[in-house]
């Protein structure tokens, strides 16, 4: 059974940090690209930021830039998107996917992650005083 779970959401203040990881089941991760998504509330999902299968390319959205950081530990079968410097607005539920196409670009990563072929269940981060 093809599984992915988050874990490490949860309420830290401005300028916070946190980790999240996204533990793969039922298939091996070598050969997908992974994507962390969010949606807030009354918005539409986006992209956050991906990581190929190959090359270990990554794509970052603008918003989160030089303070969020995907990484990928294949002998574990897990993703990590490392959060620093949370703001306010990066308050959503963030999904992480896998995608067995293998790339990891801008085009990939929009229209919510059509592409994608696996999600998890999502995990709640809160940044908030």
């Known amino acids: 059974q093809v599984q992915l779970v988050e874990s490490g959401g949860g309420l830290v203040q401005p300028g916070g940090s946190l980790r999240l990881s996204c533990a793969a089941s039922?298939?091996?991760?070598?050969?997908?690209?992974m994507g962390w998504f969010r949606q807030a509330p009354g918005k539409e999902r986006e992209g956050v930021s991906c990581i190929s299968s190959s090359d270990g390319s990554t794509y970052y959205a603008d918003s989160v830039k030089g303070r969020f950081t995907i990484s990928r530990d294949n002998a574990k079968n897990t993703v990590y998107l490392q959060m620093n410097s949370l703001k306010p607005e990066d308050t959503a539920v963030y999904y992480c996917?896998?995608?067995?196409?293998?790339?990891?670009?801008?085009?990939?990563?929009?229209?919510?992650?059509?592409?994608?072929?696996?999600w998890g269940q999502g995990t709640q981060v809160t940044v908030s005083s």
């Open positions: 996917a896998a995608d067995g196409g293998g790339l990891c670009t801008v085009a990939t990563m929009g229209h919510g992650g059509r592409s994608y072929d696996y």
């Open positions: 039922g298939f091996t991760l070598d050969y997908y690209a």
